[in-house]
């Protein structure tokens, strides 16, 4: 359930990295990677790990999340994970100096 996926990725102190290395990595591999992107609740499993990964595993994950941007964007899922990612900004608005 996503709900157990989340506390793994989110509960625990520094001992735990390495366990939530490899939830981070599946999540990544997985062949339903697109699903959960736009799932109501499977969204909030890649916004786990998208927290909770740091350094080159978030950019790892960024990466396999970039494929599916088009579709992620019309979702209202999938515009967390972009906020979340950093892989969509606003348009700053230009100032008339």
């Not at 740091?54 to 950019?59: F, M, R, V």
């Not at 209202?76 to 700053?92: C, D, E, N, T, V």
Request: charged residues 25%; proline residues 6%.
């Amino acid at each position: 359930s996503s709900n157990v996926i989340e506390k793994c990725l989110k509960l625990g102190g520094p001992e735990l990295e390495k366990e939530r290395e490899l939830l981070v990595r599946q999540v990544m591999v997985s062949p339903l990677l697109p699903r959960m992107l736009q799932d109501a609740f499977g969204n909030y499993v890649v916004q786990s790990s998208l927290t909770v990964a740091k350094g080159a595993l978030h950019a790892e994950l960024v990466e396999h999340i970039k494929p599916h941007l088009a579709a992620i964007k019309s979702s209202p899922y999938g515009k967390r994970i972009l906020a979340r990612s950093h892989l969509f900004q606003p348009r700053q608005q230009k100032s008339d100096a």
